[in-house]
């Protein structure tokens, strides 16, 4: 059976038609534009108000150091406590991580007094004292155990 010319060029333009239909479809379903996406995102500011997140601890000074065991071993979940000297209260608490590493930020300016605690392992503490142009300290820690306890 022998189809008239008009008839398989209209069979061919509708298949070749689908595609670009399918295609159309899918540009109905993108999202808004990023003008609307921006503004949704973008938190009110108030006038006159700067913001201090970006920068509120670019004058810290880093305490970070290592604790190690007797043996010489790293000791992950060491307590660190940290307070001004000549205060009762601890201000910063930190624990070490699973290689024995811990760092800590402290507002420059002041003496610090550095405690080390471990359970079984006699306590140490350190006097930490931020010079001017120096914005760390690094220091190592080798817990001694107490009698009795293990190491």
């Known amino acids: 059976m022998h189809l008239p010319r008009w008839i398989t060029i209209l069979s061919t333009g509708a298949l070749l038609a689908y595609p670009g239909a399918l295609y159309a479809g899918m540009?109905?379903?993108a999202p808004p534009p990023p003008s609307s996406v921006s503004a949704a995102k973008t938190p009110a500011v108030t006038p006159g108000k700067t913001d201090n997140n970006k920068s509120s601890h670019l004058n810290d000074?880093?305490?970070r150091g290592t604790?190690?065991?007797d043996k010489a071993l790293?000791?992950?979940g060491v307590q660190l406590r940290i307070r001004r000297a000549g205060e009762k209260k601890f201000r910063w608490e930190?624990?070490?991580n699973s290689r024995g590493e811990f760092a800590v930020r402290v507002p420059p300016g002041s003496n610090y007094e550095m405690v080390i605690h471990a359970k079984g392992f006699a306590e140490q503490t350190r006097t930490v004292d931020p010079k001017a142009g120096e914005?760390?300290?690094s220091m190592v820690f080798r817990m001694q155990p107490t009698s009795?306890?293990?190491g």
């Open 94 to 96: 930190s624990y070490t």
């Open 148 to 150: 009795g306890g293990k």
């Open 61 to 63: 000074f880093l305490i």
């Open 27 to 29: 540009q109905e379903a």
């Open 74 to 76: 790293a000791f992950p």
């Open 135 to 137: 914005n760390e300290e």
């Open 67 to 69: 604790v190690f065991t």
